[in-house]
């Protein structure tokens, strides 16, 4: 059974994945919101290939590959993040003609290209160094291509069969996480230790305060952006009430941005919430907007939530308020509302407690579709955060002892 495992190609996990959808890397901004809201996909991948010059001449498959290249990726969070800043802000719309590549500047290379011989082993010390997305070549068929088209016929958005009839698919952390989790009887008793014995639980963590505004958090949410991560959102006394996702914010539209630059911390949890924005809350970004004189913003913003069910909510108290601290911890939230189809995530945040073993942690974390879990204390006071990466780690060193 192990000698299987390690026998394993990252080919075996591409199985049923989908090929990517892509988008140039001189397209807008604005284009790449139209194609996030067409697929419905958290991520577009961006490419730098010249199809021009392939159409030209003969060239070899691996030529090809090395000149076609994905270059990153971008969702929802890097839009509202670069809509956040000083000047496109002030000017929305014509933030949105840049290039998409300024969304890249700066950005960390997580996106690596790999062979679909490359082994399970190789990958995941590639997901140890810093990659999320694994990205393979996959050699399409006439006969599928052909039937692809037709099932997307009327999709504004189909996959993209790039020059030398190749597509691609790519693997996430949570892929391989998926799949040794299938085989997790093989990593016994280690997958019944508790992730503090591990050593797992790291300590470095992002927080902002309840009460702070949200954008000071903005360098924070970049971050656990690249890093996979998330922002606590603690009350003064360091208890954990809630978070600012990225996961969560991938699923808002693009006018996120201004809540993001109006409000408090804890009223953005309430914005981004999937029961919706409450009505004050609305209120109060359309305000604060109108005192900076962020009219374009405005335009935008007011365009948008005018389109929106909102939840009435007549008193702005703490104790009232839906997502105060005193009501997150006694758990009073209202789970019945609905906000949007491309809202599924809410902004309660995911825990488990020092003593909760690997296995129970990775199946939480998969059942909620993010890549990290909270670890608190009785008293709800953070202790740190346990990553996929960190997991992959403690599996890493689990298959060197089995090929050894």
């Not at 010249?50 to 090809?64: A, E, K, M, R, T």
């Not at 950005?107 to 062979?115: F, L, M, S």
């Not at 059942?367 to 202790?383: G, K, M, T």
Request: glycine share 6%; proline share 4%; charged share 20%.
């Amino acid at each position: 059974m192990a000698g299987r495992l390690l026998a394993h190609e990252v080919a075996d996990l591409c199985l049923g994945k989908q090929p990517l959808k892509s988008l140039s890397i001189s397209a807008t901004v604005r284009h790449a919101l139209t194609v996030l809201k067409s697929t419905g996909e958290t991520h577009i991948s961006v490419w730098n290939c010249d199809h021009h010059h392939h159409h030209q001449s003969i060239i070899s498959d691996q030529d090809f590959i090395s000149d076609c290249r994905c270059v990153g990726k971008i969702c929802m969070v890097d839009v509202i993040c670069y809509l956040c800043k000083e000047d496109n802000i002030k000017s929305p719309s014509s933030a949105l003609d840049c290039p998409v590549s300024d969304l890249l500047d700066g950005a960390p290379a997580v996106v690596t290209h790999v062979e679909p011989a490359t082994s399970l082993v190789e990958a995941i010390d590639l997901i140890i160094e810093g990659a999320q997305n694994l990205v393979v070549p996959i050699k399409s068929r006439t006969t599928i291509n052909s039937k692809r088209k037709q099932l997307h016929r009327k999709s504004s958005i189909a996959p993209t069969t790039h020059a030398g009839g190749y597509e691609f698919c790519w693997l996430t952390q949570e892929d391989v996480i998926r799949f040794l989790l299938s085989s997790i009887g093989l990593f016994s008793p280690t997958a019944a230790y508790s992730v503090e014995s591990l050593g797992i639980v790291s300590s470095d963590i992002l927080t902002v305060n309840y009460h702070s505004p949200a954008a000071a958090a903005l360098g924070a949410i970049q971050t656990a952006l690249a890093d996979q991560t998330s922002v606590a959102v603690v009350d003064d006394d360091g208890t954990l009430i809630g978070e600012i996702s990225p996961f969560t914010l991938a699923y808002c539209d693009e006018t996120a941005a201004a809540a993001v630059a109006t409000l408090s911390a804890g009223d953005l949890m309430a914005y981004i919430d999937c029961g919706g924005p409450p009505e004050d809350i609305i209120r109060v970004v359309e305000a604060r907007l109108k005192e900076r004189n962020l009219n374009g913003m405005l335009d935008e913003f007011c365009a948008y939530s005018s389109g929106i069910p909102l939840i009435g909510c007549n008193s702005s108290s703490d104790e009232e308020s839906p997502l105060s601290p005193a009501a997150m911890k006694s758990g009073r939230l209202n789970r019945s509302s609905s906000y949007s189809a491309r809202i599924t995530r809410r902004a309660e945040a995911i825990v488990c407690y020092p003593g909760s073993s690997l296995v129970a942690v990775m199946i939480q974390a998969i059942a909620h579709r993010v890549s990290y879990v909270w670890v608190i204390e009785e008293d709800c006071s953070v202790v740190g955060i346990v990553r996929f990466s960190g997991i992959l780690e403690v599996f890493r060193e689990h298959l060197e002892r089995m090929m050894n």
